[in-house]
């Protein structure tokens, strides 16, 4: 071999050394917490977007997908979004957040809005709040420094219990577990609200619920109480829609910056398409859950159109104390003009 053509051997090599080198810096490695259950329809397709996203990016951007559980709750996946220390990377690049991890990441987005029981009770009443205010919220969430990649609504808020009621009196009198919850504002909701709730340790929950003298019972979606096993340890469950649990994709504005903006469309497209996936077959996944659970002996709670009124008009009772008390948890106003939104709906 010439010393010309080893010349041009050794340039060729340099220059695929160097390409190999950029391009491997270049890749976004996300790493991502989620609050939903192993195995759940919500973390299936949170997965598949994974997947889907490297295929856009052609192998550009990877997810890692960690429980949130695992790393502590919600208040702990919230201090990972941020560094330890100025010009080191964050734990995480991102997070899917319950409603109340959503206000304690974003207070001033007022995200408890949309939850306030009865106010929204259906997912065509949730697309029209959010049609109408969801941009509102979504810049406050650009404001605190995160992308907002969905929302979605994850199930419709229930009560399970070991004992009977046929009142919300009654209802009101069951000890209530508000385990893991991180947020002080949503079991002093409760409190003067006149429900009997009690703070247990996450890791205690379980040992809790399954002791005689422990909790009587708790508050969750039935895609939660059925995939975490919980309903094995109770006996009753209430089958109505008090209202949506709300969960939010976001991802660090930082982090998600490292990806080149021509996907930033494509990939956001990815998700939305998973979200509604996940909004179409809420129900039946939802019916599902109930008809498993039914079949395994918990009796099912239905009060009829005239007790839920009774039930709704109490709420709303109470809706001004708690405003009194937690004036900077929801946004008063938007939720006057989303009872007047959804009113002729409703007829």
């Avoid at 997908?65 to 220390?85: D, H, V, W």
């Avoid at 420094?145 to 979605?152: H, K, P, R």
């Amino acid at each position: 071999m010439t010393i010309q053509r080893k010349c041009v051997v050794m340039l060729c090599m340099v220059t695929a050394l160097a390409a190999s080198s950029l391009y491997a810096d270049d890749k976004v490695v996300l790493k991502i917490a989620t609050v939903a259950p192993a195995r759940s329809a919500w973390d299936i397709e949170l997965k598949k977007v994974a997947e889907e996203w490297n295929r856009i990016t052609g192998g550009l951007v990877t997810m890692k997908i960690y429980s949130m559980n695992t790393l502590g709750g919600e208040k702990s996946g919230i201090q990972k979004l941020k560094a330890a220390r100025p010009g080191q990377p964050a734990p995480l690049d991102g997070a899917i957040f319950t409603t109340i991890g959503m206000h304690e990441l974003v207070p001033d987005a007022y995200m408890y809005t949309l939850t306030l029981p009865f106010l929204i009770q259906n997912q065509t009443e949730l697309d029209k709040a959010l049609s109408v205010y969801g941009n509102k919220i979504e810049s406050k969430i650009k404001a605190a420094g995160y992308e907002l990649i969905a929302w979605s609504n994850v199930g419709w808020l229930s009560f399970y219990t070991k004992e009977p009621y046929s009142t919300l009196a009654e209802l009101k009198k069951i000890k209530m577990s508000v385990s893991g919850l991180d947020s002080p504002i949503l079991s002093d909701s409760f409190k003067i609200s006149g429900f009997n709730v009690v703070d247990t340790p996450a890791q205690k929950f379980s040992q809790m619920l399954k002791s005689k003298n422990g909790i009587g019972g708790f508050f969750a979606v039935h895609l939660m109480t059925y995939a975490a096993g919980f309903y094995k340890d109770i006996n009753y469950a209430l089958d109505v829609k008090l209202c949506p649990v709300i969960a939010g994709f976001v991802i660090s504005n930082a982090s998600w910056e490292k990806i080149p903006k021509k996907y930033h469309a494509p990939l956001k497209e990815a998700m939305e398409k998973a979200r509604k996936r996940l909004n179409d077959a809420l129900d039946s996944s939802d019916a599902d859950c109930v008809q498993k659970m039914e079949a395994s002996g918990v009796t099912m709670i239905r009060p009829s159109k005239d007790e839920l009124k009774k039930w709704e008009a109490e709420f709303n009772d109470n809706i001004n104390d708690i405003y009194k008390a937690f004036p900077n948890a929801f946004d008063m106003e938007m939720y006057k003009n989303i009872q007047a939104l959804v009113a002729p709906m409703r007829k």
